[in-house]
């Protein structure tokens, strides 16, 4: 079985600022992939990246960055320059690469909710 | 091109009626998800179609829900006899068919379908 977790509580930065938000994970499966996505106040899952087991670099995409570090089992996401619009809740999510079906559904966390201060 | 959509965006229903809600998937994308999130279970998964395959029906709570997917294209879900219990955000996902990679086959949400059962 696969778990997510994120225990951060409401997060707050400063526009322009960096934040960390965290997730570590838990599955015994050898290969798997793991996602963020935000969910702004309108309710749309917004996907912002992804990082694969076996990939070797850490993902990046335009200001977001995925810190992973595989033996702690951890994938946080790295905002830089943070802006008003990046308030919103953030989810955490993986799933199995090697199965099909249904197997490749998404678990979630809970969720981190980011306000940005001007 | 356009997003994943879904219909209706809000509904009121009372206590003991069955509903119907509706999501359009992205172009091309043959694999579709609807997962539920509510406040006390978070993110859930509740049922997986690819193409013209039968569905993993695995993730549904009842037998009081069902799904279908005509023409491999649009899906709707259907709660009948609706319960306090069932109100949430049903949220649809799509994505390229299996087998093609994980990146490829990141799933996309539509803005989900708030639902209030009285």
């Known amino acids: 079985a696969q778990k997510i977790t994120q225990t951060q509580p409401g997060m707050f930065v400063q526009e322009k600022e960096a934040v960390t938000l965290d997730c570590t994970y838990d599955?015994?499966?050898?290969?798997?992939?793991l996602f963020w996505y935000k969910q702004p106040s309108s309710g749309e899952m917004i996907f912002l990246i992804y990082?694969?087991?076996?990939?070797?670099q850490n993902a990046t995409e335009g200001r977001y960055s995925l810190n992973f570090q595989k033996a702690r089992k951890s994938a946080n996401l790295v905002i830089s320059a943070s802006q008003l619009g990046d308030s919103a809740m953030y989810f955490c999510a993986m799933r199995e690469l090697i199965r099909t079906g249904a197997n490749s559904k998404l678990t979630f966390g809970k969720g981190i909710t980011l306000s940005v201060r001007p | 091109g356009a997003g994943v959509s879904q219909s209706p965006s809000n509904k009121v229903t009372e206590k003991g009626k069955d509903v119907e809600l509706r999501c359009d998937p992205i172009?091309?994308?043959?694999?579709l998800y609807w997962y539920r999130q509510s406040l006390g279970q978070g993110l859930e998964f509740l049922i997986y179609?690819?193409?013209?395959?039968?569905?993993?029906k695995s993730g549904l709570p009842s037998d009081r829900f069902s799904a279908e997917r005509t023409g491999g294209s649009v899906s709707t879900l259907t709660i009948q006899r609706t319960q306090q219990e069932d109100s949430a955000v049903y949220l649809c996902?799509?994505?390229?068919?299996?087998?093609?990679?994980?990146?490829?086959?990141?799933?996309?949400f539509g803005p989900g379908t708030r639902l209030l059962v009285l």
């Open positions: 996902a799509s994505s390229h068919a299996l087998g093609g990679g994980v990146k490829q086959e990141t799933q996309y």
């Open positions: 990082q694969g087991s076996y990939d070797q």
């Open positions: 599955t015994s499966d050898p290969s798997y992939g």
């Open positions: 179609f690819q193409g013209n395959s039968a569905p993993d």
């Open positions: 172009s091309g994308h043959t694999a």
